[in-house]
């Protein structure tokens, strides 16, 4: 995303610079959700069929408030990547020296009641935060794109595309034990075309939904999709 945003600044085409950081942001957030999806509803029973039940009840809450932060990490990263490419980078510093002052101060404080749940909330806040409220606005002044605009474009639909995943997800993980990491591998695969379908009718645009299907073999294509 660095070199291609700083391309086509430097050719003059800013617009073309913005759709290519808004549809990075949204994919890469898009392909990321299913794996954070699968931390936060079964993560719980991940770490216990791969490290023992022992550890699977206090290593999956931990994961559970981490995978609130990791949420937004893929669309972050974009941000960073395209405000580096045009030479902004330098707004960025201050922040992230911001949220690591943040997370030491509230990891140090929230350890002392909460244990490593807390060294945990101490990161996820301060991410949240910054990512939130902070990272948006500087990337909108970057490009020239509303804060609500890039909210919508590189959370909001992601989100909205994976909840038949996370639904299906959590029916998996309480109602069909997995006895195997093979098992909940396979669990997880077979759930999966639901978050492909709901990428397609939610998180595509048309012209994405075309390109896509124009790139299949003729004898998969099907009218309908090339719309």
């Known amino acids: 995303m660095t070199p291609r945003v700083s391309a086509l600044e430097g050719a003059g085409d800013l617009d073309g610079a913005r759709r290519a950081?808004?549809?990075?942001?949204?994919?890469?957030?898009?392909?990321?959700?299913?794996?954070v999806v699968t931390f936060l509803?079964?993560?719980?029973?991940?770490?216990?069929?791969w490290m023992g039940h022992a550890y699977a009840e206090p290593s999956g809450h931990v994961l559970r408030i981490l995978s609130l932060a990791y949420w937004l990490l893929a669309g972050?990263?974009?941000?960073?990547?395209?405000?580096?490419?045009?030479?902004r980078h330098k707004a960025v510093v201050p922040v992230a020296w911001l949220e690591a002052l943040l997370n030491v101060g509230l990891s140090v404080t929230l350890v002392r009641t909460l244990g490593i749940e807390g060294v945990a909330w101490g990161t996820t806040i301060p991410y949240l935060l910054m990512t939130v409220a902070?990272?948006?606005?500087?990337?909108?002044?970057?490009?020239?794109?509303?804060?609500?605009?890039?909210?919508?474009?590189?959370?909001?639909?992601?989100?909205?595309?994976?909840?038949p995943f996370g639904f299906?997800?959590?029916?998996v993980d309480r109602w069909v034990h997995a006895d195997?990491?093979?098992?909940?591998?396979?669990?997880?695969?077979?759930?999966l075309v639901l978050a492909l379908v709901g990428a397609w009718l939610v998180a595509l645009d048309?012209?994405?939904?075309?390109?896509?299907?124009?790139r299949l073999p003729p004898r998969l294509r099907v009218p309908a999709l090339t719309k």
């Open 21 to 35: 950081a808004l549809r990075g942001a949204r994919i890469a957030t898009l392909v990321h959700l299913p794996i």
């Open 41 to 49: 509803l079964r993560g719980e029973t991940f770490i216990g069929l």
């Open 76 to 87: 972050r990263q974009i941000m960073v990547s395209t405000m580096m490419g045009l030479s």
């Open 134 to 163: 902070v990272y948006p606005i500087l990337f909108s002044r970057a490009l020239g794109v509303s804060v609500v605009a890039t909210w919508r474009e590189v959370w909001l639909r992601p989100t909205f595309a994976v909840i």
């Open 168 to 171: 299906a997800s959590y029916a």
């Open 180 to 191: 195997s990491l093979l098992v909940f591998f396979a669990q997880v695969a077979s759930v």
């Open 206 to 214: 048309p012209l994405e939904r075309r390109a896509l299907a124009e």
